[in-house]
């Protein structure tokens, strides 16, 4: 019966990604290479795990529209250490912590002062946006090999940044479907309100999701700047209409209570193989 609902839930996105796959080959020939395809897979990882983040707050019924700007605050935090000469670890340290600052400041606000996430979201985004540009001078910080960890290949070809990013997802996917919190997220985002007469901190669950949301933007950040080589303030410009629709493509409701990581991974790799193909 497992068997049969992981493949009900992940079968038919697995297969239109396919599809996509096998029309751009035959549309062109140069599509169906190694090369092709190893650079779709570097360019997954930190959309990935934007859409994990993403799928979490919309299943309670938020949104978060700041996650483009979270992370060029994040790669231009880790840039700008490295060009200074912090120790890689420290300068990582620092740019998932922004993000997870960032990400708490979102569910704080939202949640305690009860104001929608959407205007929130939309306020830190310039707020983010703000302080990366302070954060660079308003230019693009290079780094040169310092990140050269965050890039590194197997020897087929296949990121090891996309092994990770894969892990993660499955980590999220297993939280959301399998444990307490995740099961107590669905519900907040169906009824709310029972949740919470039945005993459940709602309060600070929906915190949390924002909080997390920003820790995996933080990390996507260092994938992202490792793949550019540097930062700058607009890096993420338009990251965050990409994982909505990424999410929204894998079947999570605008409406909160429904949706899942592993279809939302499907979903940024339907929409970075369009772009690879377009």
Partial sequence: ????????????????WVLIVLLFGALSENFLTVGTLTTIAGQVPPLA??????TLVLIIGGIDLSVGSV?????????????????????????????????LLNGAISVLLKIPSFIVTLGTLKIAFGIAMWVTASETVTVGVKLEPFVARLP?????????????????????????????????GTNESAVRLAG????WK??????????????ASIFFA????????????????????????????LMGG????????????????LEAGL
Avoid: W
């Fill in 206 to 219: 929906r915190i949390s999701v924002f909080g997390v949301t920003g820790l995996l933007v933080g990390l």
């Fill in 200 to 203: 459940v901190p709602t309060i």
């Fill in 258 to 273: 429904r949706g899942s990581i592993v279809n939302s991974f499907v979903g940024a790799l339907i929409i970075l193989t």
């Fill in 1 to 16: 019966m497992n068997g049969k609902k992981l493949l009900a839930d992940y079968a038919p996105m697995c297969v239109i």
């Fill in 49 to 54: 795990l934007i859409c994990c983040g993403m």
């Fill in 71 to 103: 992370l060029a605050l994040g790669a231009s935090i880790l840039s700008v250490l490295l060009a200074k000469g912090c120790p890689l670890v420290f300068a990582v340290i620092a740019a998932v912590v922004s993000g997870g600052l960032m990400g």
């Fill in 156 to 188: 087929g070809g296949v990121p090891v940044s996309f092994l990770i990013a894969l892990a993660l997802v499955i980590l999220t996917q297993l939280t959301l479907s399998r444990t307490v919190y995740g099961r107590h997220l669905i519900a907040i």
């Fill in 226 to 253: 490792a793949r550019l080589g540097g930062a700058n303030a607009e890096i993420g410009t338009g990251l965050e209409l990409s994982a909505i629709a990424a999410v929204v493509i894998g079947g999570t409701s």
